[in-house]
Every structure is written in structure tokens, then in C-alpha cells.
């Protein structure tokens, strides 16, 4: 999450509303719904992309255990 808020320079509100569909890794880009509900195209580097993919293979599965969320970040209450 700190690569990400650094990387791309989101807000704390828009990282923790921010959901999967919404990242496209391939083009290295976010889609972010900020203040007023304005959406924005910000670029992701390849670092934070890394770290991204990383934690959706290896840290996000054990948090859900059996849910499903669409939340991009995820506690472990399964919650955004």
C-alpha cells in the first residue's frame, strides 16, 4: 500500500476505495474516482506494479481465506 500511495500519489481515501477492476497492470495505469467523484487516469510505475502483483499472489488469498471481495486492499476482517 505505501508503494502504491507513493508510486502514483493517491490519496488514503482513494487507495482504500480503490478496486481491482479499476487497475490495469498491463498499461500501468490506476482509474481513480477522487473529490466530487472525478475520475483520473494516474500511472503506476513498475515498482509499485511489482509489489501489486506480489501482494494480490501472495498477501491478498490469506486475508479473504474463503470471501471475496472486489476491494483491491483487503484487511483481515475482509474488509476494504
Known amino acids: 500500500m505505501?508503494?502504491?500511495l507513493y508510486?502514483?500519489?493517491l490519496r488514503v481515501s482513494e487507495l482504500v476505495?480503490?478496486?481491482l477492476i479499476e487497475i490495469n497492470?498491463?498499461?500501468g495505469v490506476v482509474r481513480v474516482f477522487g473529490k466530487g467523484n472525478k475520475e483520473r487516469m494516474v500511472p503506476m510505475g513498475e515498482e509499485a506494479s511489482a509489489w501489486l502483483t506480489r501482494?494480490?499472489?501472495d498477501g491478498r488469498p490469506p486475508?479473504?481465506?474463503r470471501a471475496q471481495s472486489d476491494a483491491a486492499f483487503v484487511t483481515a476482517r475482509?474488509?476494504?
Open 63 to 65: 486475508l479473504l481465506a
Open 17 to 19: 476505495a480503490l478496486r
Open 7 to 9: 508510486a502514483t500519489g
Open 78 to 80: 475482509e474488509g476494504r
Open 55 to 57: 501482494y494480490l499472489k
Open 25 to 27: 497492470q498491463d498499461m
Open 2 to 4: 505505501l508503494e502504491m
